[in-house]
């Protein structure tokens, strides 16, 4: 299995931006990003391959949130610009090794130990 290890969370003011990276131990196929709020279950935010660097976004993060890889580093990074209070949550990335389906967390087999995001209104 990948080792994922997140960083880069935090507190900030709504407007704001946030970067979060994701170091992996190794390449599968792509990495995602993921976010659960209390009470909520874990939402699809994004995802983008290894090779390709082809990228999904969701809806609601659409046009604000970039996905980047920098492939030297094996390093995942999620640019969130924009950001509102409902953004608000734990971010995870996920490593698939294999395409498929990118919203579901079950298509994803590693996954990091999450950091949080708080945006303050």
């Known amino acids: 299995q990948v080792q994922l290890v997140e960083s880069g969370g935090g507190l900030v003011q709504a407007g704001g931006s946030l970067r979060l990276s994701c170091a992996a131990s190794?390449?599968?196929?792509?990495m995602g990003w993921f976010r659960q709020a209390p009470g909520h279950e874990r939402e699809f935010v994004g995802v983008i391959t290894w090779i390709k660097g082809s990228t999904i976004y969701a809806d609601s993060v659409k046009g604000r949130f970039t996905i980047s890889r920098d492939n030297a580093k094996n390093t995942v990074y999620l640019q969130m610009n924009s950001l509102k209070p409902e953004d608000t949550a734990t971010y995870y990335c996920?490593?698939?090794?294999?395409?498929?389906?990118?919203?579901?967390?079950?298509?994803?087999?590693?996954w990091g130990q999450g950091t949080q995001v708080t945006v303050s209104s």
């Open positions: 190794g390449r599968t196929f792509s």
């Open positions: 996920a490593s698939a090794s294999r395409a498929g389906p990118v919203a579901p967390p079950t298509m994803y087999d590693s």
